[in-house]
C-alpha cells in the first residue's frame, strides 16, 4: 500500500493544517462562511479504501497471464508450423509422386541426378512403382534405394 503515498509526508500536512486552521472561539449563528471540507473517518486526508481499489485496478494479473498465454500458444502453433513445412519439404525425406514431381525435385531421390530425372520424366505416366525398373539407368540398387520415397498417384 506504501506505493502511492507516503504516511509520513500526509502526516505533516495534516499537522500543518491543524495549526494553520483558525481558532473561532465564538461561533456566531449568522456565519455563513463556508466551512472547511470534512475529512474522511481516521483523520487522514485520504481514504483507505480509495488508494486500496487504486492499487488493485494498476494492472490486472489475469489479462497479463491471458495475454501470456496466448502469445506462448501462437508461438507454439508457429514453431510446429515450420517443423511440419521443413518435415514435408525437406529434399532429404519428401515423398514424392513420379507422375507430377518436377525434374528438380525427382533429381533429389537417392542415386537419381538431372539426367536420370528427365528420363524418368520422359517414361511417365507409371502405373506402379515396380514400372522404374524398365526406366534405362535404373537398376534393382537403384530402385530399393529410392522405393521408400516414391509414390505413384
Do not use: Q
Request: charged fraction near 25%.
Amino acid at each position: 500500500m506504501g506505493e502511492f503515498y507516503d504516511e509520513e509526508k500526509i502526516k505533516a500536512m495534516e499537522e500543518a493544517a491543524s495549526k494553520a486552521a483558525p481558532k473561532n472561539a465564538d461561533p456566531t449563528p449568522g456565519n455563513t462562511a463556508p466551512s472547511a471540507p470534512t475529512k474522511p473517518a481516521g483523520g487522514h486526508f485520504y481514504d483507505e479504501a480509495k488508494i486500496r481499489a487504486m492499487e488493485g485496478a494498476g494492472g490486472s494479473s489475469r489479462a497479463t497471464n491471458l495475454g501470456t498465454f496466448a502469445l506462448i500458444a501462437i508461438i507454439v502453433v508457429m514453431v510446429c508450423g515450420v517443423l511440419f513445412w521443413k518435415f514435408t519439404h525437406n529434399p532429404d525425406t519428401m515423398i514424392m509422386n513420379v507422375n507430377t514431381a518436377s525434374a528438380t525435385e525427382i533429381s533429389y531421390l537417392p542415386g537419381i541426378g538431372e539426367a536420370k530425372a528427365k528420363v524418368i520424366i520422359d517414361h511417365r505416366p507409371y502405373h506402379s512403382i515396380d514400372d522404374l525398373k524398365k526406366v534405362p539407368g535404373i537398376g534393382e540398387k537403384t530402385f530399393e534405394k529410392m522405393k521408400p520415397r516414391v509414390r505413384v498417384e
